[in-house]
């Protein structure tokens, strides 16, 4: 009896706790023309899910000399689903029920395809006013602020915005300074995108919800180095909130004394 009790790791076995994925409902959503409860899950269209997998799916994180090769990239990233969820739904145990897979295995996919992301991020988001590629999408941007306001607006072909990313609950170290205006704990974003197609150019993450969205801009780099990116008639388009800058330009303001 004391051999068995140290050669065995599980004394008591318990049965296996069946799983009923949901894995199939995207492709049956896609199939029928329903793109809405698609995106609803995984925050993409269809097609741009596609691209996204095509892209990881030759990452050498996703292979490996093992007998036991990993979950399909496309099942990955669509564990990532719950990344667009808040509250009970973002638990581990709820994404392993819905995708059918166990929870060490939420957190290997996790893991590995956040790895890809990290991996093409120079990729994807930057900007060299040098670069052909660049050039291109600045002129498009250019022309569809023109057709949407008039000629003389043509120069503003960059915008930037705030947005908050709510947490859980309030963070256990310094927690107060997450707490912002709209009376949740949150970490904020400054997002610098091309109007015409959304592609993010530069961008600050990570700081306090408290902080306000012209002083969280300040760390970006287009407001520490906006020669990099503007030239004469060029600028920004901004709210009222920030500051206005020969390279930003900001709603009407009523001057102090009225």
Request: proline share 10%.
């Given at each position: 009896l004391r051999d068995e009790i140290e050669e065995t790791r599980v004394l008591n076995v318990r049965?296996?706790?069946?799983?009923?994925?949901?894995?199939h409902l995207l492709e049956e959503w896609v199939a029928a023309g329903?793109?809405?409860?698609?995106?609803?899950?995984?925050?993409?269209?269809?097609?741009?899910?596609?691209?996204?997998?095509?892209?990881?799916?030759?990452?050498p994180i996703f292979h490996n000399?093992?007998?036991?090769?990993?979950?399909?990239?496309?099942?990955?990233v669509t564990v990532l689903y719950a990344a667009g969820h808040y509250g009970n739904v973002l638990t581990t145990e709820d994404v392993a029920e819905w995708a059918g897979v166990s929870i060490g295995t939420v957190y290997n996919c996790f893991r590995w395809v956040m790895i890809a992301i990290l991996h093409l991020h120079d990729q994807y988001i930057h900007w060299d006013r040098n670069d052909p590629r660049n050039v291109a999408e600045m002129?498009?941007?250019?022309?569809?602020?023109?057709?949407?306001t008039c000629p003389k607006w043509r120069g503003g072909y960059l915008c930037v915005n705030g947005t908050p990313f709510n947490q859980f609950q309030k963070p256990s170290w310094h927690g107060e300074v997450f707490f912002d205006r709209k009376s949740n704990y949150s970490l904020t974003?400054?997002?610098v995108a091309l109007p015409h197609n959304l592609q993010i150019v530069d961008y600050v993450i990570g700081v306090p919800g408290s902080a306000h969205n012209a002083s969280v801009f300040l760390k970006s780099q287009v407001s520490c180095q906006p020669q990099d990116f503007f030239s004469e008639n060029e600028w920004l388009w901004a709210d009222s909130v920030y500051g206005s800058q020969t390279?930003?330009?900001?709603?009407?303001?009523r001057p102090p004394q009225g």
């Open positions: 049965p296996k706790i069946s799983r009923a994925p949901q894995l329903n793109p809405w409860h698609f995106r609803q899950k995984l925050r993409v269209d269809p097609v741009m899910y596609s691209q996204i997998v095509s892209i990881l799916e030759t990452h000399n093992s007998n036991n090769p990993q979950l399909p990239v496309a099942i990955q002129e498009k941007a250019k022309d569809y602020c023109e057709q949407r974003a400054q997002v390279w930003c330009v900001v709603p009407f303001k």
